[in-house]
């Protein structure tokens, strides 16, 4: 039996296109401490374009197969399995069971929705006060939207579309301002009567980050956990450095709670509820597409917008 994959095969900056192949091995057995999945969904998300466009498995010189989140059916337990060890591509993919859900919606619980709670969880934005974030239009975006409504924490939404601000009101968000046609900083100001921003989380990046700072609180944390601007740099003002507005860098791969197994499914399990619930909603997918056209799907995830995702089945 052939194990069917899409390998990284280069590393460096090249296009997916040119980096990635369709490539057949042999189907894994379930040794001890191991279990054999047979993937049915998986969404492409930003953070497989990140080790794409990066150099980071380079060191392993060998071809790599890319995936952070999907869903599908255990076909093989191994000897004295008993929970997940841990999250990400790169250390072993976190199972759990998920009753209830297609395979579409299961195949994108284990990043965003994980990532939003903890996020939240590390920030203790006090009830009533306001959290800043960028790229707000996204999956995560509106999920953490949704999430921080349900736990009374305030938001402010930078997008840089306009026509997505009702959708994020409709959604529960606060404030939304388009950073294009927008002074983000002076917005901030008045929202908040010149208190700003309590936190920030920001997935862009960049000079966006400069302004970011600008308009969170003396003492505030901003979580940088993206780089949607591309360039691979943030940018933060000497009057913001002064004012001690500090920048962590923030991951879920090396989150604390999310790496002790036993808090990990505690999260699982409360996630699961808060979807049942609906608190946190899954975005339909765009389109579905074969793992034989990941070419197709890939040019198609770039030019998605509106939070949907595209789906390799």
């Not at 980071?56 to 059916?73: D, H, N, R």
Request: net charge neutral; proline share 6%.
């Amino acid at each position: 039996m052939e194990n069917r994959a899409i390998c990284q095969t280069q590393f460096g900056e090249a296009e997916p296109i040119e980096v990635l192949e369709f490539l057949q091995r042999p189907k894994p057995s379930a040794t001890p401490g191991h279990a054999v999945v047979k993937l049915t969904a998986r969404p492409i998300t930003p953070l497989e374009s990140f080790f794409i466009h990066s150099s980071f498995f380079a060191p392993l010189q060998k071809p790599v197969v890319l995936g952070s989140e999907g869903a599908g059916i255990v076909e093989e337990i191994g000897d004295n399995v008993t929970k997940s060890k841990a999250w990400g591509p790169s250390c072993g993919l976190d199972v759990s069971r998920v009753p209830g859900f297609s395979d579409e919606d299961a195949s994108q619980m284990p990043i965003n929705p994980a990532t939003v709670y903890a996020m939240l969880k590390d920030l203790s934005v006090p009830k009533g006060d306001y959290l800043l974030q960028t790229a707000a239009a996204s999956v995560l975006g509106r999920q953490l939207i949704q999430l921080a409504k349900h736990q009374g924490i305030k938001t402010i939404n930078i997008v840089r579309r306009n026509e997505v601000k009702e959708e994020l009101l409709a959604l529960g968000a606060d404030e939304v301002i388009d950073s294009s046609s927008e002074d983000v900083a002076a917005r901030v100001k008045d929202i908040t009567s010149d208190k700003l921003a309590y936190a920030a989380v920001d997935a862009v990046g960049g000079r966006l980050t400069k302004t970011v700072g600008e308009s969170t609180r003396s003492g505030g944390v901003i979580y940088e956990y993206g780089s949607l601007s591309g360039t691979g740099e943030v940018v933060l003002g000497l009057s913001d450095l002064k004012r001690n507005v500090q920048l962590k860098f923030w991951s879920l791969f090396n989150n604390e709670a999310s790496l002790i197994p036993e808090r990990r499914q505690n999260i699982v399990a409360e996630l699961i509820k808060l979807m049942q619930e609906k608190i946190i909603t899954l975005p339909p997918p765009s389109k579905s597409y074969p793992l034989t056209e990941f070419r197709q799907a890939l040019q198609h995830s770039e030019k998605v917008t509106g939070g949907a995702k595209i789906l390799l089945i």
